[in-house]
């Protein structure tokens, strides 16, 4: 456990003092500030929404979307993070180093997943912050801005961004683990996020809208299926539950991933 954390916490340290990890940060602060503002009637011409006008811009509801969305848009974030987190030891050949040292695989590799999923969740609580930040632009329409908490701003990470991580995150770092190059895996971040895209429609369109939910690795169409049938009042005051569909489907891909991971 000792090499665990020493491991981990040496991964986490190293990559939160690169400028490109506060790169990542500021350009994800920055989209959900600009996201919230432009829903809130800040910027003359945009067109967002969260299923009504009367919906509250800081609602649990829109909330959850706003992180599932720019979660997903982080796609090809989460890859460069985790999959540098394994293959920089094949690219600096300090692996021999550590493959004669006392250290065990499971605290080598595991160190090394746990301080890259510690640096994702500080770069995406950018998404939160940004979105706090949003309600203080100049131009916000106060009718769609609800009492602030801090419930809906933690819980989305809890429920649809930290499965995601271990989730997606475990299919790039065993990418790079076995291929030891970063190219696989931008490449395999690209072709999943826009094959994603391009079969959301479909799966939107399945009769089985069960089956079409659990298949999406985001767990957003899921949500959208807890939630789909829910008042004005209850999408501005009701936290999205983990239980049933998304539950399920979260559960699903944590596996996965965790499947993946042992491989």
């Known amino acids: 456990m000792d090499a665990f954390l020493a491991i981990a916490g040496f991964e986490a340290r190293t990559r939160l003092k690169r400028l490109s990890t506060w790169a990542y940060f500021a350009v994800f602060f920055a989209l959900s ?11 003359e011409g945009a067109i967002i929404s969260f299923g009504s006008g009367k919906v509250w811009i800081n609602s649990p509801f829109a909330i959850a979307q706003t992180v599932a ?42 160190g090394r997943y746990a301080g890259a999923i510690v640096v994702l969740l500080v ?36 429920t649809i961004l ?6 997606l995150g475990g299919i790039f ?11 696989p895996v931008y490449v395999g971040s690209i072709v999943l996020l826009v094959g994603y895209l391009a079969a959301n429609g479909l799966m939107r369109n399945m009769e089985n809208k069960t089956l ?18 829910w008042t004005i009042a209850q999408k501005n005051e ?24 042992a491989l």
């Open 33 to 43: 500030m600009l996201w919230i503002a432009a829903a809130g009637g800040a910027i």
């Open 123 to 158: 770069v995406l609580s950018s998404i939160a912050l940004g979105s706090l930040a949003g309600l203080l632009v100049p131009g916000i329409d106060p009718d769609r801005v609800g009492p602030v908490r801090v419930a809906p701003y933690v819980l989305p990470y809890l």
């Open 212 to 229: 079409a939910a659990m298949l999406d690795p985001f767990g957003s169409n899921a949500m959208s299926r807890v939630t789909e049938y």
């Open 69 to 110: 969305l720019l979660g997903m848009v982080a796609l090809t974030v989460i890859g460069a993070i985790m999959g540098r987190a394994i293959q920089q030891d094949a690219e600096h050949r300090t692996e021999p180093f550590f493959h004669t040292a006392p250290i065990g695989k499971l605290a080598y590799l595991g």
């Open 162 to 167: 930290l499965p995601n991580l271990v989730a």
């Open 173 to 183: 770092f065993c990418v790079g683990a076995l291929a030891r190059r970063m190219l």
């Open 238 to 261: 009701w936290l999205v539950p983990f239980d049933g569909l998304l539950a399920w489907n979260r559960l699903l891909w944590i596996a996965i991933g965790v499947a993946i991971l």
